[in-house]
T-cell receptor, first 113, second 115 residues
Framework: NAGVTQTPKFQVLKTGQSMTLQCAQDMNHEYMSWYRQDPGMGLRLIHYSVGAGITDQGEVPNGYNVSRSTTEDFPLRLLSAAPSQTSVYFC????????????FGPGTRLTVT | AQSVTQLGSHVSVSEGALVLLRCNYSSSVPPYLFWYVQYPNQGLQLLLKYTTGATLVKGINGFEAEFKKSETSFHLTKPSAHMSDAAEYFCAVREMGGTGNQFYFGTGTSLTVIP
């Protein structure tokens, strides 16, 4: 199993550009989530999905879109990048039942200039 | 909403000394509890978890944590710190019930091990 994979590992964008961060998992997990990690703020939930076709907002959704057309993939779209979106982004997945422990991808380090 | 408090954003210990990282949560109903570790430039990996049963939980790399319901705490300990333990540690809780992402993280504690 590859677990949770994320691409790219690093990205530099100019203000106003758009891009998609990719996330995939091969564990047949129902739940998938996107977090951003900023110094001193821990992990903040951006969007999450409880299954294909179902998404919902987290704590900091503004400026981001998601969709979940398959169980495996959960891409995060930045519509018009802003310097405030400079962060490290983590994708995570878990089963819908059981202990709910989350499995994390390696992260994408995004810089917006 | 749930809140997770990690006391001390930075903790330094000498190699061989006791490691104690503190975590308190706010829920009145005991949730599922987790500790994750993040090594530099990596993702988070599960260190240990408490769901039900024995309140003292053992994890990887010699770490353990004790769930204390009366104190709403889940502190992480290791008897003897090793240089390789230097990392960021996150406490997390998963609220019981519901169908959404009810996973809440603390702000993290950075552990430095002094040789």
């Amino acid at each position: 199993n590859a677990g949770v994979t994320q691409t790219p590992k690093f990205q530099v964008l100019k203000t106003g550009q758009s891009m998609t961060l990719q996330c995939a998992q091969d564990m047949n997990h129902e739940y998938m989530s996107w977090y951003r990690q900023d110094p001193g703020m821990g992990l903040r939930l951006i969007h999450y999905s409880v299954g294909a076709g179902i998404t919902d907002q987290g704590e900091v959704p503004n400026g981001y879109n998601v969709s979940r057309s398959t169980t495996e993939d959960f891409p995060l779209r930045l519509l018009s990048a802003a310097p405030s979106q400079t962060s490290v982004y983590f994708c995570a997945s878990s089963y819908r039942q059981g202990t709910y422990e989350q499995y994390f991808g390696p992260g994408t380090r995004l810089t917006v200039t | 909403a749930q809140s997770v408090t990690q006391l001390g954003s930075h903790v330094s210990v000498s190699e061989g000394a006791l490691v104690l990282l503190r975590c308190n949560y706010s829920s009145s109903v005991p949730p599922y509890l987790f500790w994750y570790v993040q090594y530099p430039n990596q993702g988070l990996q599960l260190l240990l978890k408490y769901t039900t049963g024995a309140t003292l939980v053992k994890g990887i790399n010699g770490f353990e944590a004790e769930f204390k319901k009366s104190e709403t705490s889940f502190h992480l300990t290791k008897p003897s710190a090793h240089m390789s333990d230097a990392a960021e540690y996150f406490c997390a809780v998963r609220e019981m019930g519901g169908t959404g992402n009810q996973f809440y993280f603390g702000t993290g504690t950075s552990l430095t091990v002094i040789p």
